[in-house]
């Protein structure tokens, strides 16, 4: 008897483990990724032109850059009403992802919106 108690009591405990476990939608987790990717993007591009409308040359522009990433950062947290687990597998997932593309599209964008106000 006390071995068939113990093997329910371990099957409610599983159970209970089981349910414990996050699930994720691959659709929805990808959904939510290329969200991510094109608002950092759009971030980047219009912080570019306003970097480069301002004039910002050097590190300061790059410095802008890394303010206009943090903000997006903490405004795309606060659209999950600080709750990430339930739409990304890691906090890492908003902070980092697209950075890098991000920069890029940022100093494109800086330096034709610096050429076009401060050059031409």
Do not use: C
């Amino acid at each position: 008897m006390t071995g068939h108690s113990d093997s329910s009591s371990s099957e409610k405990k599983s159970n209970e483990e089981m349910n414990d476990v996050p699930v994720f939608s691959a659709e929805n987790m990808q959904n939510n990724m290329k969200v991510i990717y094109y608002s950092r993007t759009f971030m980047s591009i219009i912080g570019g032109v306003i970097a480069g409308i301002l004039g910002f040359t050097g590190f300061m522009g790059f410095v802008f850059y890394f303010l206009v990433m943090t903000i997006t950062s903490i405004g795309l947290i606060a659209k999950a009403k600080f709750s990430v687990h339930l739409y990304v597998d890691s906090w890492n997932r908003i902070i980092l992802d697209g950075f890098m593309g991000g920069l890029m599209s940022f100093v494109l964008f800086w330096t034709f919106a610096y050429d076009i106000v401060h050059i031409f």
